[in-house]
């Protein structure tokens, strides 16, 4: 193998059918995942959905139950942790009580044999801002400055592979953001993949080229951060990045590339090759920010673009940059809508009939869920 | 502590119900301490004075004894019985040694390892104690009685040739020889090592293991950067509960050794009680104490205080 083949693939992750299971709990489905060397991969999901199980199952500190684990290419699922070329930030950080900061961050260094240890831990240190207190006990030292010290004793070793597990959630929204512009940084650098488990989507879309969402156990989707907001294949996706509205739908056509369907009596129309899902049952998807709303009364007709007619306002939330709409339908399920405030039209208040119409380029398709029970309720 | 209290009350300012509780509960740590003060005063200190006092002075049994101020009983004391000092001493510190290669590796097994048996294993390492400690060496006389089993082993291993060598033992016996005696402290002392030594090894958060792991420490790394210092205090305490007693314990010398085994404790005892030579029995009580206390306090200040409070 040339070196240079050998750098490009020395960062890629790649799980093989890897599961886990304690006892009959199978907290990680059987998965299939690759993680190209050099990018930054978040895994997002709701709390126990099994992120921090597979993040130890790449590090070594979890034997899966069936499948593989390479890095590089390399079969490691039998190698212990400290003969894997990946290091963690862990959750709880479990940062050295008995050894000063300084010495926590050097750790990874002296056991590789390092002797020059105090140039890169000095530098490290500066960089996470933490520079002054390299004397100090982690017991002597704040939640968010204990998380700092995890994230530089896991980056000062300059892995193929590093681990975060909500390295990030204990420091304020300013000291956040700066840390997050500054993993990014170094990410780009130095050149390391990343894997970064969060719940936060904010962070995730910000910081990710690619984004796994994760929920019981599953991968349910795998795409770039606006891959994943604009086309989401599924209801949890839809509704975990970002909010949506759902509608049941009947399909009744196609034409030319379009779905025509049939949502509670009006016709509208959603692009084929937007539709996850096949049947005549679809789910038609369609985010708060790509409705227009209109007064009832200074409604034109909207070409053939998807309309609803009869619907009511019941709550409108000022929120500055936007305002909040909720509208209730003819067939009383209730829809968001983001309205930029450019032109606040005062007619659109609590109790006004409004038009809500939005370009079917925009629309996505999901299959129902495989118990159709919520939707014949609805029916 | 005390540093804390001023400032909590100047910082309520000058509002009177702030100042209130701290006047209103300063009787309470004196009630707390106080029977733990009687107690201490009428068990150590009263009888320690006396006996300070009963080592200046001087007479005999017929003529009864008189304070004097009879300093050089201490210089007397110490000339004729430093060998049994530093047989105490040694003695103790062997044993020590000991109780530490033994109880490390159960108390690290019984906090890493047993799993849910961990209850099962401490009762196990205490129970000995439900028996008398005399009835207890007395069966190590049989254990380690000559043509034994465990002596005829120990021969045919020629393990007993070594310790010749080493002057812990003499010919083909163990018992009624410095090995013995030793035995016999170790084997009296070790839940005092194990307990402590458990304790500080349990309280260690198993994802430090993991995350020294991480960074490249294999088992035995792990085991020198991490386990073992973060065991510190358990180690020094687990020491001092079983040197401080066993250079003072008499017992095991007296049953399982020789006249030339003895140790400070079994001169104290002769001296009390069969020759009755009040004031060099108390000097000789005075000069281990003093001994103890300045060995220990090196110690401490070597290992450093700081886990240990
Ligand atoms: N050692 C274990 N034994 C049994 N069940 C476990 C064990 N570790 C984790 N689990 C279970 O596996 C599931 C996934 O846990 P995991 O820690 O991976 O969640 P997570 O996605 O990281 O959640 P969070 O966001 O709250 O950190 C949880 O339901 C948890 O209860
Ligand atoms: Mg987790």
Not at chain 1, 55 to 74: D, Y
Not at chain 1, 180 to 197: A, D, M, P
Request: contains cysteine; aromatic residues 8%.
């Amino acid at each position: 193998m040339s070196e240079q083949q050998r750098a490009g693939a020395s960062g890629d992750v790649n799980l093989v059918g890897l599961s886990k299971s304690f006892g009959s709990n199978t907290v990680v489905q059987p998965t299939d995942l690759t993680i190209p060397a050099g990018s930054f991969f978040a895994v997002l999901g709701a709390s126990g959905c099994g992120k921090t199980t597979t993040l130890r199952m790449i590090a070594g500190l979890e034997e899966p139950t069936t499948g593989q684990v390479l890095i590089g290419g390399q079969d490691v699922t039998g190698l212990p942790p400290y003969k894997r070329p990946v290091n963690t930030v862990f959750q709880n950080y479990a940062l050295f009580p008995h050894l000063s900061v300084a010495e926590n961050v050097a750790f990874g260094l002296r056991r590789k044999g390092r002797k020059d240890v105090d140039g890169p831990v000095k530098e490290m240190l500066e960089l996470v801002e933490l520079g002054h207190l390299g004397g100090r006990k982690p017991a002597q030292l704040s939640g968010g400055q204990q998380q700092r010290v995890a994230v530089a004793r896991a980056l000062i070793n300059h892995p193929q592979v590093l681990l975060l597990d909500e390295p990030l959630g204990a420091l304020d929204l300013k000291l956040r953001r700066q840390m997050q512009l500054e993993l990014k940084r170094i990410q780009t650098e130095v050149g390391i993949t990343f894997v970064h488990v969060t719940h936060d989507q904010e962070e995730a879309m910000t910081m990710a080229d690619t984004i796994a969402v994760m929920n019981g156990g599953v991968v349910e989707q795998l795409g770039s951060p606006a891959d994943l907001y604009e086309s989401p294949r599924t209801k949890f996706v839809a509704n975990f990045l970002g909010q949506s509205n759902l509608l049941d739908t009947r399909i009744t056509g196609t034409s030319g590339g379009y779905l025509l369907m049939d949502v509670h009596g009006t016709r509208m129309a959603l692009p084929v090759d937007r539709t996850a899902a096949q049947g005549d049952q679809v789910v038609m998807g369609i985010r708060p920010e790509k409705i227009a709303i209109q007064h009832a009364s200074a409604a034109d007709s909207n070409g053939n673009r998807n309309r609803i007619d009869g619907g009511v306002i019941v709550d409108s939330s000022f929120i500055g940059v936007s305002t909040q709409y909720t509208v209730r339908m003819p067939w009383a399920q209730e829809i968001t809508v983001f309205e930029q405030n450019m032109e606040r039209d005062h007619r659109l208040v609590p109790g006004a009939p409004v038009v809500l119409h939005w370009n079917p380029d925009h629309g996505f398709g999901l299959a129902p869920e495989p118990a159709t029970a919520s939707a014949a309720v609805k029916a | 502590m005390n540093a804390l209290a001023p400032t909590g009350g100047g910082g309520g300012g000058g509002t009177d119900d702030l100042k209130e509780p701290p006047k209103r509960g300063r009787w309470v740590p004196y009630a707390l301490l106080a029977p733990g003060m009687i107690w201490l005063v009428v068990f150590f200190l009263i009888p320690m004075l006396v006996q300070g006092g009963t080592s200046l002075q001087t007479g005999g049994l017929e003529k009864g004894y008189e304070f004097t101020w009879h300093f050089s009983t201490y210089w007397d004391a110490l000339q004729t019985y430093y060998p049994q000092f530093l047989r105490s001493f040694g003695y103790a510190a062997a044993a020590t040694v000991m109780c530490l290669v033994i109880g490390y590796p159960l108390a690290y097994a019984i906090a890493f390892k047993a799993g849910k048996w961990r209850g099962l294993w401490l009762v196990l390492v205490i129970a000995p104690f439900f028996t008398s400690f005399l009835v207890r060496t007395l069966a190590w006389k049989t254990i380690l009685a000559d043509n034994g089993i465990v002596v005829d082993v120990l021969n045919t291993l020629h393990f007993t040739d070594v310790t010749a060598l080493l002057g812990l033992t003499e010919g083909d016996r163990v018992l009624a020889t410095p090995l013995a005696v030793i035995c016999g402290l170790t084997y009296n002392f070790l839940p005092f090592m194990v307990l402590p030594l458990y304790a500080s090894l349990e309280r260690i958060d198993p994802r430090l293991h993991e995350a020294a792991n991480d960074l490249y420490a294999d088992p035995k790394t792990t085991f020198r950067k991490v386990t073992f210092p973060l065991s510190l205090p358990g180690v020094v305490s687990g020491t001092l509960l079983t040197f401080i007693p066993a250079s003072g314990d008499y017992v095991n010398a007296a049953w399982l050794g020789s006249p030339d085994t003895g140790m400070a404790g079994n001169v104290i005892q002769t001296q009390f009680l069969r020759v009755l030579d009040y004031p060099t029995a108390a000097a000789l009580s005075f000069i281990l104490m003093l001994l103890i206390v300045l060995m220990v306090s090196a110690y401490i200040r070597k290992a450093g205080t700081e886990e240990l409070v």
